[in-house]
């Protein structure tokens, strides 16, 4: 992610809680960029009618994530009034998220994909927070934007987690159904003991 300098409305947040959270977006988003490299040719993938609109609402995600929308009247800017409790909260929310984010990527190594893919000797991963959540690393990035937006408590902010979460929703359904003509009976006995996005508690 590029460097943002954003003039908050009001001052809010306090310019180190945004340069807190966004020294942490950075630090993914290079680490992602660079483990990139790292990864096996892809063997299968989506069509690319089918990520248009996920690229549409990742980026329009974090574009009002990270932005104030303008609108006509700023003392309706927020959608609770902003504090400081919930600027540390947010702070919090966004480390755990993007400790997750990375430690997810780790785990799956050579068969990260920034699209619904399948790569060339591709195994199902299933260790690390893959035991529980068949979907770590979007989880993560949802834990991470619900933390920005407690932090800024914009309209703007929870729109971007709005569209986010669709986002990532659709793309786990996706690789869903590609794992499972994949692996077939390993991904299904997988799926039953595993959550999507959250663990499951049944």
Known sequence: ???VHVQ???GWPHAWAFATIEFAWVLT???????????????????SAGR???????????????????????SHTHFIPPRAALQ????????AGLTLTIWSRARLGR???GTVALKQDHHLIQSGPYRVVRHPLYSGIIVAAAGMCLCVTTWSSLLGVISLLACFERRAHKEDSLLASEFGPEFEA?????????????
């Open 111 to 113: 068969y990260w994909s």
């Open 8 to 10: 908050w409305v009001a």
């Open 1 to 3: 992610m590029t460097h």
């Open 190 to 202: 997988y799926r039953q003991r595993t959550g999507r996005l959250v663990p499951r508690f049944d």
């Open 52 to 74: 248009l609109l996920d690229l549409i609402l990742l980026w329009g995600g974090y574009v009002l994530l990270f932005s104030q929308v303008p609108i006509p009247n700023p």
């Open 29 to 47: 988003g290079i680490y992602f960029i660079a483990s990139a490299l790292l990864t096996n040719k892809i063997k299968r993938r989506e069509s």
């Open 88 to 95: 540390i909260l947010g702070i919090v929310l966004t480390y």
